[in-house]
C-alpha cells in the first residue's frame, strides 16, 4: 500500500470513529440525584392546600366553563393562566377537570346558553343537596363542549404547567349520576354524542394525556358497549373511589373493562383515595396494611398508578410518608451501566417504577441530548442510550422540556445510590459503613431540630429489608442481615439523605 492511501485509509478511520483512541469505554460511577418526588406523579392535593411541600408533585384544581367563556366563541382563558401560575410557582404541575355539575351548585354551563329560550335545566336532588343538571338535549350544549376542548388543547397542548386533564359529565365530572335525575340523553348526555366527543379528545390532544372514570365502564352511561372501537383510543382511566372497602369487586372489574394491564401503556392510571368511610381517608396510607390489609404500595404495583389525589392525608399522616408514597408511585430511573470514551456514552438505564413517563425525556451527557427518549420505557424494562459526549468527567442528566422552573427529573445511581441532601457531617452521622454480621450500625442526629426520622435499609436490587422509626440516635443490629452491600436511606420531613454500607 501506497504512503498516500495509508493516509486515505487513516483518514476514513479517523472520520467515522472521531479518534481512532477514543472509542475504548471504561465503567464509570454515577452518583444518583432522586432526592424529590419525580414530575408528574405521586400523591396529589388540591391546589393551593398545604402544597408548600417537596411531599408532591402535583396539584389539582376543578374548573367551571362559564368563568372561561361568556358570550359564544368568546374564550377568556386568564382564569386558567391564574390557576396555572400559581401551582408552578411552587414547582408543580397541574391536573385539572373542567365539570358542568356539582353537588348543591347550578351548572357551569354559560349564561348565553342557559338564555336561550328552547334551553331548560333540571333543578333536583342529590345527595339531600338541590343540585342543577345540564340540558343535554340542546346542540348549542353540545356544540360548544366540543368546541371547548379543541380551542382548550389548541391553547394548553404543549403547556408544561399541565400535566393531565381529566374529563366527564356526571357529578364532580366523574361518569355517574348515582344520585339525582339521571336521564340519558337529557341531564347526562346521549351516547351518541359522547362517541364524537371521545374522538374530538383523541384528534385534540396530542401531547396531554386525558382520562375519564372507571364508572364509564357501566353501558348505563357510556358508549363503549355500542361502539367498542372507542376503547381503541388512548385515554387513560381515573378511580375516585380507589382503595375503597370492596375495591376488589367493583373497582377491579371496571379497571379491567377498560384493560388496565395495556391501558397505562399509553396514558397514566389514577383517581382519588376513598371517601367513603373517614376510616378509608384515615388508614389508606398506614404501613404496612392500609385500610384493608394491603399498602398503598401494593396497589399502586399493580394498578400502574402515576397519581392519586390524597388531599386529607396530612390530617393523618406526616409528610415524608406522604413523600414515600408519591415516590412509590409513576416512574422511577435507574441507571444500570455507564460506560464512557473519549467522545461518547453508553448508558443502560432500567425503569424501577410502577408506570412509564407519559412525555419525552432525554439521558444527556454533558448537554448533549440521546436522539432517543424514555417515554415508552415500561415498568422492569431497561433501554440501552448511545450519546455522542463522553470524556473524563462527564455530567449526567435527564432532560425534559415538559417541566416548569425549579423541577428536575432524577434518578437512581449505577452504585444504587439516591443523592443527598445538604447535611453537615457535624449534624448528621451513619458509621461503621463496613461491618461484620452481628456489628450495631448507628445513626446519630446530633441537631435535635432534625426531628422524628425514618431509617430504612434496601439491597441492591431495591427489596426492602429493615424499617425503623426514630429521634435522634438510634443502633441497629445486622446478626439477621446477609453479606453484603447495603442502601441505609434516612428522612424525615426536612431532609433525605442516603449512605452505602458493607456487610462482611
Partial sequence: MSFKNLILVLIVVYSETGNIFSQEFKDITITGTEQKVEPM???????????NTEAISLEFSYMLFNKIVKQKGDYDWSKVDAILDDIASRKHQAILRFRFTYVGKKTSVPDYIKNLSDY???????????????????????DFTLDFYQKFAERYDNDPRLAFVQ??????????????????????PGKDFQEKFFYKLQNSFINTPWSISIDAADDTYSPFDVTPDLLKIHFGNFDDSFMCEDHG???????????KDDRYKYAPAGGEFSYYSDFDQEHVLDLPNGSYGKPYEDFAKKFKITYIIGNDQPDYQPMSRIKEASMASGYRFKIESFKISNSKSKIIIKNVG???????AYPSVNGI?????????????????????????????????????GQTIGFIGNDGSLGTLDLKKSEFQIYPTFLSSGDFLKIRNNNQANGNSIVKIHSMKGEEIFKKNYRNTTAINTISIKSGIYIITVFNDQFYFTKKILIK
Fill in 167 to 188: 374529563v366527564g359529565f356526571g357529578l364532580w365530572a366523574e361518569y355517574h349520576i348515582y344520585d339525582g335525575p339521571f336521564i340519558l340523553g337529557r341531564t347526562f
Fill in 354 to 360: 410502577v408506570a412509564p413517563i407519559y412525555y419525552d
Fill in 41 to 51: 406523579t405521586g400523591i396529589v392535593f388540591w391546589k393551593g392546600e398545604r402544597t
Fill in 369 to 405: 441530548r440521546s436522539t432517543e427518549s424514555l417515554k415508552g420505557l415500561m415498568p422492569d424494562e431497561t433501554k440501552e442510550f448511545q450519546i455522542d459526549s463522553g470524556g473524563n468527567d462527564p455530567k449526567f442528566s435527564i432532560e425534559c422540556d415538559h417541566l416548569v422552573e
Fill in 249 to 259: 369487586e367493583y373497582n377491579e372489574e371496571s379497571w379491567n373493562f377498560f384493560d
Fill in 120 to 142: 331548560e335545566e333540571i333543578e333536583g336532588t342529590s345527595e339531600g343537596e338541590k343540585t342543577w343538571f345540564p340540558d343535554w338535549r340542546h346542540k348549542e350544549l353540545q
